[in-house]
């Protein structure tokens, strides 16, 4: 847990008006000085292009938004490879928040003489201020900020370390017809494969959109294919020297799926009707999960490889249910998928699905396929190869879910892009997060939505399921302070030097083992905002930042995204003034977060043109609590439907963004 701040912003949320039009690019705007947002850096960096000078009779519009400051938390899964204090019994909560006993506590206690007392003892809860009964011995209270309490041993088989048990990698491989395009690179290469020196041979005369006018002498063509290939077998080389003990398994899907397994196991092969049965798929993954460690397989299994070709459809829905199935034998298990088309064959067919009732369907599978590797804690990483649709909106859900790496490259990058996926294993599976703040805070939701409501309606408390988490999984949440007048009502004293702040992580190691940990730590609160904004932190601030606005778009609303992007960016700007290292890390997040700022403004500059009436205007309608309860279902409405037109437009592009960006491995 990290703090946005090292003190607590204690003041109420102020707003701004924001005037711009459409085609400015927000991110360059600073009202305080002539400069852009990342002129302050006078280095060669790229990152700050000047901006086009703005179009003349741009209608401008205005739009109040909230100015974001500095409480969030952040909250990184990584540090759960880190021991701790094991506490012995159980953990002790608040009967009325859920709170944990903690050292906080037990320290306030001591001060106060009470933990000398006789008999029951009454533990002031320092979030609610309830009194629960304590009983307690000495040795059972917690003395440190983390301390993990067991809720079940580890699983026997596991723990005894047969080979069965390590978890699986199973690379998913598209070998339909399109893997056949090649990329044209310098030099002449010899490839590796049968297939590979036919094709050299042939240079592909046959295929028009690869065909070079006049011939070149000193070029190889490499097909998609023939990339994934070579990045496969880099990868099944290194994990050969580095995890021997692994167990890599080969699918490969075209209008059939093909288990290779380790390379050992004779092919099986499941095709027609098969296709469509959830269960019969299932259980054929289930009885198939490679036998043989990686440092026994991996002749065998490149020589599998390198005789694949490619032809026919693309039954990628079924392939990844026999995956699926072949992981779920071993938590921590992970998948990577690379393919270049949409599903057409099979369960959860993507390609020409015209009507609602086959969307949802599709919809449904792959929900359910995502459920059932997250409950066995399997992740799901998407490699799309550039060049065709691959349906990355729903792909992308079913990564990040599971936690998995998405992204869409170029044939030549697949090797490094497996690369960095596979340098982020899962470390833990069945996350459950809680975040309890003083009742005189509240969380704000994580995509925006709650922005008109009132402070009293919203939570000091949030709860997430994170299903797997990897050595880089991270994200936060912002909180809010209740204004003055409804904490008094509440009875809450807000006048406070100081206030808790608690992490309840549930989670399951690898072998099995149940735990909660328990993190608990008091912050200064300050009214002094530029005290709280001196002390920020500026890598928990742009992780929200990063991906709060993705958040806010996939809901579909663009305007509003862009303009959390704005606010934020204003906000990292300021903060990160205060030292050479804060304006490094600053330029570096605002390159990257320039991206979502252009290709959210070129999917509204492209909507505009085809005339699509999916307009951001409803965000400006005064809708509080005010207003007719009929007026607020309506715009309720409006935005449903412009949430699902929107996702169903998004291009692969855009879809990628805005997943990566909010992702929780970064
Ligand atoms: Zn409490």
Redesign the pocket.
């Known amino acids: 847990m990290e703090c946005g701040s090292a003190w607590v912003d204690m003041n109420a949320d102020s707003e701004e008006e924001v005037e711009f039009d459409e085609d400015e690019d927000l991110l360059e705007r600073n009202e305080t000085s002539e400069q852009g947002l990342f002129d302050m850096v006078t280095t060669s960096s790229s990152a700050a292009p000047p901006p086009p000078p703005p179009a003349p009779s741009v209608q401008k519009r205005k739009r109040k938004v909230r100015k974001a400051n500095t409480n969030v938390i952040s909250v990184k899964l990584g540090t759960l490879t880190q021991d701790v204090a094991v506490a012995t019994g159980d953990p002790v909560f608040?009967?009325?928040?859920?709170?944990a006993l903690s050292a906080i506590d037990v320290a306030q206690m001591a001060a106060e003489g009470k933990d000398k007392e006789k008999g029951a003892r009454v533990w002031h809860?320092s979030?609610?201020?309830?009194d629960?009964e304590l009983n307690l011995d000495d040795e059972e209270m917690p003395g440190e900020e983390s301390v993990d309490y067991i809720l079940e041993p580890p699983n026997e088989a596991v723990s005894r370390g047969s080979s069965s048990s390590e978890k699986q990698l199973i690379f998913c491989i598209d070998i339909s017809g399109s893997m056949c395009v090649t990329t044209e690179i310098e030099g002449k290469h010899e490839l590796k494969g049968a297939e590979a020196r036919k094709r050299l041979d042939s240079l592909n005369t046959e295929r028009a959109d690869q065909w070079a006018p006049r011939e070149k002498r000193n070029v190889t063509y490499v097909s998609r294919l023939q990339s994934v290939q070579a990045a496969v077998d880099a990868q099944l080389a290194q994990m050969e020297q580095e995890q021997p003990s692994r167990r890599v398994g080969l699918v490969t899907f075209n209008g059939e799926v093909t288990v290779i397994g380790d390379g050992y196991q004779p092919p099986v092969t499941i095709a027609g009707d098969k296709l469509d049965d959830y269960d019969q798929l299932l259980q054929l993954g289930k009885s198939q999960s490679p036998g043989v460690p990686i440092s026994k397989a991996k002749k065998a299994l490149s020589t599998k490889l390198f005789a694949l070709e490619e032809t026919g459809p693309t039954a990628l829905g079924p392939a990844l249910l026999v995956c699926i199935g072949m992981a779920s034998q071993n938590p921590g298990s992970e998948i990577v998928v690379c393919t270049d088309g949409l599903s057409n064959v099979g369960l959860g067919q993507l390609d020409d699905i015209n009507t609602e009732e086959k969307k949802r369907a599709s919809e449904r599978f792959y929900e359910q396929i995502g459920d059932f590797a997250v409950l066995h804690g399997v992740t799901i990483s998407i490699i799309g190869i550039k060049g065709q649709d691959c349906r990355m909106e729903q792909l992308g859900a079913l990564s990040d879910k599971t936690n998995g790496g998405v992204n869409i490259v170029d044939p030549l990058r697949i090797t490094q892009e497996f690369s960095s996926i596979l340098s982020q294993p899962i470390i833990a599976t069945n996350v459950g997060v809680k975040l309890i703040l003083h009742k005189g805070l509240f969380v704000r939701a994580e995509d925006g939505e709650d922005e008109k409501e009132r402070s009293t309606t919203k939570d000091s408390f949030i709860t997430r399921d994170v299903g797997n988490v990897t050595t880089e999984s991270a994200f936060a949440f912002e909180f809010g302070v209740r204004p003055i007048e409804e904490a008094k009502a509440l009875g809450i004293d807000l006048e406070l030097s100081a206030l808790p702040f608690q992490l309840q992580i549930r989670y399951t190691k690898l072998d099995g083992m149940k735990c909660i940990r328990i993190i608990s730590r008091e912050q200064k609160a300050t009214r002094d905002r530029e005290q709280a904004e001196l002390a920020a932190n500026v890598d928990v601030l742009g992780l929200n930042a990063v991906q709060k606005s993705a958040k806010i778009a996939q809901k579909g609303e663009y305007t509003a995204a862009r303009l959390e992007n704005f606010t934020h960016t204003k906000l990292m700007r300021k903060v990160a003034m205060g030292s050479e290292d804060k304006k490094q890390k600053f330029v570096a997040w605002g390159s990257k977060q320039r991206v979502l700022e252009t290709e959210l403004k070129t999917v509204k500059a492209r909507e505009m043109d085809e005339g699509l009436a999916l307009s951001d205007d409803d965000e400006d309608d005064e809708c509080n609590e005010e207003a007719a309860e009929e007026k607020v279902q309506q715009r309720k409405a409006k935005k449903a439907v412009k949430e699902q037109a929107r996702k169903d437009r998004r291009g692969d592009e855009t879809a990628k963004v805005l997943w990566s960006f909010r992702s929780k491995r970064k």
Request: charged content about 10%; glycine content about 0%; hydrophobic content about 25%.
């Open positions: 608040c009967v009325k928040c859920q709170a809860c979030f609610c201020s309830t629960n």
